[in-house]
């Protein structure tokens, strides 16, 4: 059974930093995509950062030097490291594992508020 469970989400002061966690199970990890998107309240949900099997990434330019993401195989974990948060920051964060014509999963998403 396919599962992402995403944890680190919480509340957190303009500045501060946060680091979400996506734990997978029920497929081969290491073959997949892994991102995280976000959806703010009344917007829709939108990409914020990629990385691939062969760890090249990708980020969102509102995102990018600020933001870091990262996978440990091992773990079947996929990471995103969150610096220097702003307000608009606040949404649920989603992770998203990928394999074309094999998988598209999604987790539950965890709640990030960054209060000004």
């Known amino acids: 059974q396919v599962q992402l469970v995403e944890s680190g989400g919480g509340l957190v002061q303009a500045g501060g930093s946060l680091r979400l966690s996506c734990a997978a199970t029920?497929?081969?990890?290491?073959?997949?995509?892994m991102a995280w998107y976000r959806q703010a309240p009344g917007k829709e949900r939108e990409l914020v950062a990629v990385?691939?099997?062969?760890?090249?990434?990708y980020y969102a330019d509102s995102v990018k030097g600020r933001f870091t993401i990262s996978r440990d195989n091992a773990k079947n974990t996929v990471y995103l490291q969150m610096n220097s948060l702003k307000p608009e920051a606040t949404a649920v964060y989603y992770c998203?594992?990928?394999?074309?014509?094999?998988?598209?999963?999604w987790g539950q998403g965890t709640q990030v508020t960054v209060s000004s």
């Open positions: 029920g497929f081969t990890f290491s073959h997949y995509v």
């Open positions: 998203n594992a990928k394999r074309p014509a094999e998988g598209n999963y």
């Open positions: 990385i691939a099997s062969d760890n090249s990434t």
